[in-house]
């Protein structure tokens, strides 16, 4: 815990530092549920203390049911949901898209949120991005950083975890990438796939990152927490 602790402020001063932009007074709403394979508490948590360490004025909400009340969401500068697979209702998602729409930011990793609400196409059109495999489960593999506002300071780096396939809106701003070898599907050798975007959906900002089957890869790997943490701060209104 200590370790964790430690790490997130460094990390937070570094970010601010280098990105220029403030949390404090910013009102921020973490949504997390679904599959409890993807651990979407723990990913709040780490957030939480990120968040607490900047001022930042936070909500944290287990399920769908945060989205009930458009009233209550267009005041966030920032939604960062956590959910995997699970159900959203007509309502809910009518009003998490108007939201957002309207500019409120929205963002997060991996499942829970380029894996959410599957029977959804209009959540997947506001995101960009859905995951469709992950071809040998958990590999080592590169992440790739492209030139871009968000990653400055950010180096390529290795992880092992789920290399994901995702199926993509082409209008999105990919900032990085990673390389499939063909080693389970020959012919997806060579392909090139997202690992991290950011897109427009209307008046809102978008930011995605696949990465983060496991919420410690964040802790344990400082460009991958410069990488999820930069995205969210571009992400707010």
Not at 185 to 209: R, S, T
Request: glycine share 8%; with cysteine.
């Amino acid at each position: 815990m200590k370790k964790i602790t430690i790490y997130f402020l460094l990390f937070t001063l570094y970010v601010n530092f280098s990105f220029g932009q403030d949390l404090k007074d910013k009102n921020i709403l973490l949504v997390w549920g679904g599959w409890d394979g993807h651990n979407p508490e723990l990913f709040v948590n780490h957030i939480e203390k990120w968040l607490i360490s900047e001022n930042a004025n936070y909500k944290i909400h287990n399920g769908v049911s945060a989205y009930d009340n458009y009233e209550e969401l267009i005041k966030y500068d920032l939604i960062i949901q956590s959910i995997t697979m699970g159900q959203i209702g007509k309502e809910e998602l009518n009003n998490l898209l108007k939201a957002v729409a309207n500019g409120v930011g929205f963002s997060g990793a991996h499942g829970g949120i380029a894996d959410s609400f599957r029977n959804n196409p209009s959540y997947q059109f506001m995101v960009g991005g859905q995951w469709v495999s992950h071809p040998g489960n958990k590999v080592k593999f590169k992440v790739n950083i492209h030139e871009d506002e968000l990653t400055d300071g950010i180096q390529d780096f290795e992880l092992f975890s789920e290399q994901w396939y995702v199926h993509y809106d082409p209008n999105v701003d990919i900032i990085a990438t990673t390389t499939f070898d063909g080693k389970y599907y020959p012919e997806i050798d060579g392909v090139v796939m997202p690992i991290a975007w950011k897109k427009m959906y209307n008046k809102g900002k978008i930011f995605c990152l696949t990465i983060g089957h496991d919420p410690d890869e964040f802790v344990n790997d400082e460009n991958a927490w410069k990488l999820l943490s930069k995205g969210l701060l571009w992400a707010m209104k």
